[in-house]
């Protein structure tokens, strides 16, 4: 095992570019291409944290590596938590992002509570340790979609505290207060402790 790599279970490049400005020199990122790992990895999970340790779990025990997987989604208390595990195929596949977004306006009309909340739940698995981090950040459904393109459910969630929504926020805005950046500050306080040496 390569003790200073660090597998992220995606091959989303910019997710990588991300970690690994935020990591410094601490790890060297590899996406799951980079390890020449082609298949699908499937959720099967009932939870976000299920699902976020079978994709760690996988790629530990085939590549043997260090690795760090998350899963998220959206939860809507009107519908009883929905989509849930669900969100990236909540209209079915494959994946489509608007389609998913006017399956929940859709569900949604005339509803009152319009509460929710985005989840992350990230697994890390550092030299056969498992840990867990979680991150959330509330919110509320907004009243109207007009077919706006962007990424997941940032078109249509409003964070509390603020009167627009994470898509219309600025990327610095965002990555400051939603789910994933939650959780990955835990994930970096994690590994910075475990770093220094006890006094």
């Known amino acids: 095992m390569e003790k200073n790599t660090l597998c992220l279970a995606t091959n989303n490049a910019h997710k990588a570019e991300e970690l690994q400005s935020l990591l410094g020199d601490a790890f060297e990122i590899k996406t799951l291409k980079d390890i020449g790992c082609l298949e699908d990895i499937e959720e099967t999970g009932n939870t976000f944290v299920e699902n976020s340790m079978i994709k760690a779990g996988y ?71 498992t840990h867990t981090f979680d991150g959330e950040v509330s919110g509320r459904i907004k009243e109207t979609f007009d077919g706006e393109e962007g990424f997941g459910y940032n078109p249509v969630f409003i964070p509390d505290g603020f009167e627009t929504t994470f898509h219309d926020m600025g990327f610095e805005q965002r990555s400051r207060l939603n789910h994933r950046g939650r959780a990955m500050a835990k994930v970096l306080d994690f590994l910075a402790r475990r770093n220094t040496p006890e006094v």
């Open 59 to 129: 790629v530990f025990r085939k590549y043997g590596m260090n690795v760090l997987a998350d899963d998220s989604g959206l939860e809507v208390n009107a519908l009883g938590g929905r989509p849930g595990v669900y969100s990236a195929r909540y209209a079915g596949e494959p994946s489509d992002a608007t389609a998913n977004n006017r399956k929940l306006m859709k569900e949604m009309e005339g509803v009152t509570d319009r509460t929710a909340r985005f989840r992350t739940v990230i697994t890390l698995i550092l030299e056969g340790e």
